[in-house]
C-alpha cells in the first residue's frame, strides 16, 4: 500500500459498523492480535457488540480500513475499545478520525469521562486523554463493576485474572 499523507484521510467515510464489516473487522484486528497489542475477539464477540462500532470505509473502493468501539461501563463512564487502522495507513489520520467520532458518540449518549487501555499512548495524548493510576471510580461503582460478566471491564478493575492482557499497556483517561 505504501506511504499515504494526511490528506488521504479525507478520502474515508466514518460511519456505523455492519454485522457485514465483521469480516473485515477480524482482518484489522489480526494485524494486531499477532503482536499482542490487541486482544483477540471472537467473531460472536465482535457480532455481539456491533453496534458499539464505527468504522473508516475507504471512499475509493468501499473496504473497512479502520475501525473503533465505544462500550459504556457506568453512568459517566465509556471506554474506547478495539481501536485498530490498516497498517498501510498508519499516519494517515484515519485513526483520529474514528476516535473522534467515539467521542462525539460517547458525549451523545451522556459520558463525561473516556477511559482507555493502550500502548498508544502518545496517540490518545493528542485528545486530551492522561495518564491514570488507579481505576477512577468510587467503590460503590466499583463493587457494581464487578458483577460485569464483560472481560473489558475486568481489565479495567485490573482484577487478577486478566492482568496478562493488560501487561505493558497504560489506563488513559479523558474527561468530557
Known amino acids: 500500500m505504501g506511504e499515504f499523507s494526511a490528506a488521504h484521510a479525507e478520502t474515508v467515510t466514518i460511519r456505523r459498523a455492519r454485522t457485514g464489516d465483521v469480516p473485515a473487522l477480524r482482518r484489522l484486528l489480526d494485524q494486531y492480535v499477532q503482536q499482542r497489542i490487541l486482544l483477540d475477539k471472537a467473531p460472536v464477540v465482535l457480532y455481539e457488540d456491533i453496534q458499539e462500532f464505527w468504522v473508516a470505509e475507504r471512499d475509493s473502493d468501499r473496504q473497512v ?54 500502548f498508544e499512548v502518545d496517540f490518545f495524548a493528542k485528545h486530551g486523554f492522561v495518564e491514570i493510576g488507579e481505576t477512577p471510580v468510587e467503590t460503590d461503582v466499583y463493587m457494581e463493576l464487578l458483577r460485569s460478566y464483560d472481560e473489558g471491564v475486568a481489565e479495567f478493575l485490573g482484577l487478577e485474572r486478566v492482568k496478562p492482557n493488560t501487561l505493558g499497556n497504560s489506563r488513559m483517561l479523558l474527561h468530557l
Do not use: I, N, P, Y
Not at 66 to 72: D, E, F, T, W
Not at 77 to 97: I, M, N, S
Open 65 to 118: 480500513v479502520g475501525c473503533g468501539a465505544l462500550h459504556v461501563m457506568w453512568e459517566d463512564l465509556a471506554e474506547v475499545r478495539t481501536l485498530a487502522v490498516d497498517r498501510g495507513l498508519k499516519g494517515a489520520g484515519v485513526g483520529h478520525r474514528v476516535l473522534e467520532q467515539l467521542l462525539r458518540t460517547a458525549r451523545e449518549v451522556g459520558v463525561s469521562r473516556v477511559f482507555c487501555l493502550t
